[in-house]
């Protein structure tokens, strides 16, 4: 039986290798042409250690404290040389993919529709290639190359994984370099690529009440983790405060409807910061996260959205004199150069 074990490097860059029962994980890196570090493979020098942060494993037997002391293993620290994984597993390796001579995964796909989904937003749907080959973990972000340029835009899928299609949250940026190629030229049939996946903001297991909050089209990566946990089922609530600027900005709210029925434990809203908002709840996400959802702080936070917003939920925690059992975040650029 094999597992699948996903690599996230120092850098970013994310891959996924399959790892035998009974296969030391270095040795199934290696075999998929990923040199992770190493130096002795006999659990003696300490070079090939990661942090393990999902996942099912034993140490092995056979190094020294030299190498992993008692108290690195306790936080979660391993050595790829001797574990042997029981299950799935994350592991974060601290090293660039490039030491590792990981070579940039690229994907290729077709335009399959550009909609304006709200005054500020874009929705890209493109047809991969080969989905088979596309791996990512929800939450995770590509880089996607502009066509005709040799610049490239980072966005996160707001698709799940296992997909033949990946869909794309765009804001509208007036100028921008993708969104001026999305708006002006772009087609379906039109060719695209993509190098990634990207990032360690994805979800992890689920152990406590889930809080999630969305800035504008910072949206999209919550979106992909919601049809994952729709799939999954969970029996933890999940709340979600989706915050936009402008009642325009609203986008894919039928979706977050159908994702409820499927997903009875998830209840969300939306705030709009405009005061002349026709929604009924006005202002910033934080004006609107009630202690019933915070669970004392025993919840998992993830938040997307521009900088001021992710400082401002700091703000308000620090405030609160409470810190969340795990805040997972991901801020994006509030504008893209031309
Ligand atoms: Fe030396 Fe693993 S490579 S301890």
Do not use: W
């Given at each position: 039986m094999g597992y699948r074990i996903v690599l996230n490097f120092e850098d970013g860059a994310t891959r996924f290798i399959d790892c035998n029962a009974g296969e030391k994980v270095l040795e199934a890196a290696y075999r998929h042409k990923i040199n992770l570090p190493m130096d002795c493979s006999d659990g003696v020098c300490g070079t090939c250690k990661c942090r393990c942060e999902q996942g099912?494993?034993?140490?092995g037997e056979d190094y020294l404290d030299y190498a992993l002391s008692a108290d690195e293993a306790a936080e979660g620290l391993v050595?790829?040389?001797?574990?042997?994984?029981?299950s799935d597993c994350v592991l974060a390796v601290p090293a660039p993919s490039s030491a590792c001579k990981v070579a940039p995964a690229r994907f290729a796909a077709t335009v399959s529709a550009v909609e304006l989904a709200s005054d500020s937003s874009i929705l890209l749907t493109l047809d991969l290639d080969a989905p088979e080959t596309l791996d990512f973990l929800p939450g995770q972000y590509v880089n996607l190359e502009v066509p005709g340029s040799t610049q490239h835009r980072a966005y996160s899928?707001?698709?799940?994984?296992?997909?033949?299609?990946?869909?794309?949250l765009i804001r509208n940026v007036p100028g921008g370099l993708m969104s001026g190629w999305l708006v002006d030229q772009a087609q379906p049939g039109a060719r695209m690529t993509f190098v990634g996946p990207n990032g360690v903001f994805f979800l992890r297991p689920v152990r406590r009440p889930i809080v999630m909050l969305a800035g504008g089209t910072g949206l999209a990566p919550l979106l992909s983790m919601l049809e994952v946990l729709a799939d999954q089922g969970v029996?933890?609530?999940?709340?979600?405060?989706?915050?936009?600027?402008?009642?325009?900005?609203?986008?894919e709210l039928p979706r977050l409807e159908a994702l409820a029925a499927r997903l009875p434990t998830l209840t969300w809203s939306v705030c709009v910061a405009d005061p002349q908002s026709a929604q009924p709840l006005k202002g910033y996400v934080t004006e609107h996260l009630a202690d019933h959802h915070l669970n004392a702080g025993d919840c998992d936070v993830y938040l997307c959205g521009p900088p001021p917003m992710v400082e401002a939920v700091r703000q308000f925690f620090q405030d609160k004199g409470m810190a969340p059992a795990a805040f997972h975040y991901e801020k994006f650029a509030p504008s893209e150069a031309a």
């Open positions: 099912d494993y034993n140490l050595l790829t040389c001797q574990m042997e994984v029981f899928f707001s698709s799940k994984p296992g997909e033949r299609q990946a869909r794309f029996d933890q609530p999940v709340h979600l405060i989706y915050g936009v600027t402008r009642d325009g900005d609203l986008v």
